[in-house]
């Protein structure tokens, strides 16, 4: 991260939320929160390089785990399929099913008489759509509003609803420096409200915003292309704890392939 000069937020001092109809105090805290600013897709290159360090892991590349391997209460692999259409088993003592929230866990785990996994689900029908923008500064061209914290600069700026309790809970967006010299823009709706992927249409939504902090920053910048949307239908938990009995051994599920949540109210690396 520090080779790339990627932006360091202090999350205590730098950001300036708006929430609940007014602007939150920034207040130094003891032994601050500091995080690094930066895409996924570079959070993901950054993590396989540092992975690739390590003379005993190795990368299947282009292949798809097609179905687990295992005889009794046992998983002791998996069959992959590669690009170009061959099958592998791979053998393991313990496998490790990271496979999110589109995985096929469930009916893979089928084979081991596990005919169904109970879960709960909410639907909210969240949706991001993100938009970069050309940027020659780690801070946002704004003032802090809080009257107070003027001297700190600004490097993430939310704009939360006036009402953020469900189910009023509606239009925001957040607003920060990434890597590459690079603004990226996230504008949120809920209930199959997404915000459009052009520029003109980005700024219209951001104007329905609680505060017009969002769209004046916006207004005042170049997007470096449309912008990418993403939903987020559901927030699933599957009780695999519930199964304790029957699920088979030397098989672990991690991440998504157990819960994804909204990511505005959970933050899944985090969990
Ligand atoms: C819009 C949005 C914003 C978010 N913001 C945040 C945030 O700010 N902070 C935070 O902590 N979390 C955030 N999250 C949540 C976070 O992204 C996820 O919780 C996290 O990525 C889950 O990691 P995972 O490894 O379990 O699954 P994933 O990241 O989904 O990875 C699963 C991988 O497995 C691969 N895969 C699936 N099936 C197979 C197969 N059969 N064979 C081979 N490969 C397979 C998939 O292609 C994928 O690459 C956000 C999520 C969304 C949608």
């Given at each position: 991260?520090?080779?790339?000069?990627?932006?360091?937020?202090?999350?205590?001092?730098?950001?300036?939320?708006f929430?609940?109809?007014?602007?939150?105090?920034?207040?130094?805290?003891?032994?601050?929160?500091?995080?690094?600013?930066?895409?996924?897709?570079?959070?993901?290159?950054?993590?396989?390089?540092?992975?690739?360090?390590?003379?005993?892991?190795q990368?299947?590349?282009?292949?798809?785990?097609?179905?687990?391997?295992?005889?009794?209460?046992?998983?002791?692999?998996?069959?992959?399929?590669?690009?170009?259409?061959?099958e592998?088993?791979?053998?393991?003592?313990?496998?490790?099913?990271?496979?999110?929230?589109?995985?096929?866990?469930?009916?893979?785990?089928?084979?081991?008489?596990?005919?169904?996994?109970?879960?709960?689900?909410?639907?909210?029908?969240?949706?991001y759509?993100?938009?970069?923008?050309?940027?020659?500064?780690?801070d946002?061209?704004?003032?802090?509003?809080?009257?107070?914290?003027?001297?700190?600069?600004?490097?993430?700026?939310?704009?939360?609803?006036?009402?953020?309790?469900?189910?009023?809970?509606?239009?925001?967006?957040?607003?920060?420096?990434?890597?590459?010299?690079?603004?990226?823009?996230?504008?949120?709706?809920?209930g199959?409200?997404?915000?459009?992927?052009d520029?003109?249409?980005?700024?219209?939504?951001?104007?329905?915003?609680?505060?017009?902090?969002?769209?004046?920053?916006?207004k005042?910048?170049?997007?470096?292309?449309?912008?990418?949307?993403?939903?987020?239908?559901?927030?699933?938990?599957?009780?695999f704890?519930?199964?304790?009995?029957?699920?088979?051994?030397?098989?672990?599920?991690?991440?998504?392939?157990?819960?994804?949540?909204?990511?505005?109210?959970?933050?899944?690396?985090?969990?």
């Amino acid at each position: 991260m520090k080779e790339h000069n990627i932006p360091l937020l202090n999350t205590s001092t730098q950001t300036q939320v708006f929430i609940g109809g007014q602007w939150q105090a920034r207040r130094d805290q003891p032994g601050p929160m500091n995080i690094y600013l930066a895409t996924r897709g570079f959070v993901e290159a950054a993590t396989r390089k540092c992975m690739a360090k390590y003379t005993n892991v190795q990368f299947q590349e282009q292949t798809t785990v097609i179905n687990l391997v295992g005889s009794g209460d046992r998983v002791t692999g998996v069959l992959t399929r590669t690009k170009a259409g061959s099958e592998v088993e791979l053998s393991a003592d313990l496998l490790v099913d990271c496979s999110g929230k589109g995985g096929n866990t469930c009916s893979w785990l089928k084979q081991f008489g596990v005919e169904a996994v109970p879960e709960w689900s909410v639907q909210h029908g969240i949706s991001y759509t993100t938009m970069l923008f050309k940027r020659d500064n780690d801070d946002i061209p704004i003032e802090s509003q809080d009257g107070r914290s003027v001297a700190h600069r600004t490097r993430v700026l939310a704009v939360y609803p006036d009402d953020a309790t469900p189910p009023k809970y509606s239009r925001h967006g957040l607003f920060w420096p990434v890597e590459h010299d690079q603004y990226q823009c996230s504008l949120i709706g809920v209930g199959k409200d997404p915000a459009p992927t052009d520029y003109e249409g980005f700024v219209r939504f951001s104007e329905t915003l609680a505060h017009p902090a969002m769209a004046n920053l916006l207004k005042g910048l170049k997007p470096i292309g449309p912008g990418t949307m993403y939903m987020v239908p559901t927030s699933r938990f599957r009780l695999f704890h519930k199964l304790d009995d029957v699920l088979p051994n030397s098989f672990l599920c991690l991440g998504d392939s157990v819960m994804n949540v909204d990511p505005v109210f959970g933050q899944g690396k985090i969990r």
